[in-house]
């Protein structure tokens, strides 16, 4: 079975940078669509970006589009999610995500337990 398990989070100014990071077991992340959501206070989980199972295409949702990247590091079986420019509207838990489609859908089949990102005003 995959487990993800995250890092990196934390507290920052707004304008500040952070880099998560999501280390993979069970499978090599190259056979996996490879992802981030999040969960804001009193909202809904939201898709922020992924890879395609293959690692070609990515995705981004529209809130976090030339501020977010994500990478991976296949030697290390390690998924990133760099994130500049941070805002307030950022804080959330972020969760990264696997699944086995070949794209991110919006249930993935497996979860980390989140870490958390707090930016201040």
């Known amino acids: 079975q995959v487990q993800l398990v995250e890092s990196g989070g934390g507290l920052v100014q707004a304008g500040g940078s952070l880099r998560l990071s999501c280390a993979v077991s069970?499978?090599?992340?190259?056979?996996?669509?490879m992802g981030w959501f999040r969960q804001a206070p009193g909202k809904e989980r939201e898709f922020v970006a992924a890879?395609?199972?293959?690692?070609?295409?990515?995705d981004y949702a529209d809130s976090v589009k030339g501020r977010f990247t994500i990478s991976r590091d296949s030697a290390k079986d390690t998924v990133y999610l760099q994130m500049n420019s941070l805002k307030p509207e950022d804080t959330a838990v972020y969760y990264c995500?696997?699944?086995?489609?070949?794209?991110?859908?919006?249930?993935?089949?497996?979860w980390g337990r989140g870490t958390q990102v707090t930016v201040t005003s």
């Open positions: 890879f395609s199972r293959n690692g070609v295409n990515t």
């Open positions: 995500a696997a699944d086995t489609l070949v794209i991110m859908s919006a249930t993935p089949d497996y």
């Open positions: 069970g499978h090599s992340v190259r056979y996996y669509s």
